[in-house]
């Protein structure tokens, strides 16, 4: 904590050059005017791109600055989130950046490291695993592999914070995948699927829903497609009791599923926000949806 606070510390007393702000405020205008236009999971790459201007121009017109630019809070975040442990590898055809994010502020302190101290063992077997890939691969005699993990703030109300951290591995193709922490920062406690129902019953309840939207979007586009019915690929069984999932600032339940995994690759992460009306009489209460 007290490293944090030094860090921050260290933040706000950097002198931010006027062009540097010019820069800065550009990208975030462009950010705004596109946003409306991408899809939930394309905002972290708006959110990287206007952090690459700030990291490429401060390199430019502060080395001091650019040496400490990885302790600094993340440009646009509204929470205390920061990057403070930074994996990277850049060798010919073998890239790899990893970035895991750290949560101050919860008055959970346990909750908050355990959070802060999985996201950095997650990246740590991440980075190791790939650092093996590379091995074989130079063995056989080379070849391209890459990986970036990094995370968006998806919710940050007075009650709910959301974060989704994301993987993506290149080898020829890609894949990508999606994690998701709802956190409750007033009670301080980590919220899943199961503690806001009653029962099971959700699990049935929901499935049956996004069956039913799959097959509404397939009619409606030829171009979308799931796995239902599919002879080769199997059916979309229904959620997992402890589904991917976060909540948005309206108080919305959103059920994620990554790439591949109940629909062709070029579907990318699919995503499916649930109608409070069918969860209403599921749920514990309507404090974190309605």
Not at 98 to 106: F, K, Q
Not at 262 to 274: N, Q
């Amino acid at each position: 904590m007290k490293r944090l606070n030094q860090l921050k510390n260290q933040y706000h007393k950097t002198d931010i050059p006027p062009e540097l702000k010019d820069v800065v405020k550009n990208a975030i205008q462009q950010a705004n005017t596109e946003q409306k236009k991408r899809p939930v999971f394309k905002n972290w790459i708006i959110g990287t791109a206007a952090a690459t201007v700030l990291f490429l121009s401060s390199i430019n017109i502060s080395p001091a600055m650019a040496q400490s630019m990885v302790n600094i809070p993340v440009l646009g975040a509204i929470v205390e989130v920061f990057t403070v442990h930074k994996l990277t590898l850049d060798e010919k055809t073998y890239h790899a950046n990893l970035d895991s994010p750290t949560i101050e502020g919860l008055a959970n302190e346990g909750l908050q490291a355990s959070l802060n101290e999985k996201y950095i063992d997650e990246n740590k077997a991440n980075f190791e695993q790939f650092e093996e890939e590379v091995d074989e691969l130079k063995e056989a005699g080379n070849g391209h592999l890459g990986i970036d993990t990094g995370y968006e703030v998806m919710t940050d109300t007075a009650r709910i914070l959301s974060i989704a951290r994301y993987k993506v591995n290149t080898a020829g193709s890609s894949s990508t995948t999606m994690k998701y922490d709802t956190i409750d920062k007033q009670e301080s406690i980590l919220i899943t699927l199961p503690i806001l129902f009653k029962d099971d019953q959700y699990i049935e309840v929901i499935s049956s829903y996004i069956a039913g939207e799959m097959k509404r979007q397939m009619a409606a586009d030829e171009e979308i497609s799931y796995f239902l019915e599919d002879p080769f690929t199997g059916n979309f069984e229904g959620i997992k009791p402890y589904e991917n999932f976060y909540i948005t600032s309206n108080h919305k339940l959103v059920i994620s599923f990554d790439k591949y995994e109940v629909a062709p690759g070029y579907m990318g992460i699919v995503t499916f926000e649930i109608p409070s009306s069918i969860l209403s009489d599921l749920l514990v209460s309507d404090t974190y949806i309605n």
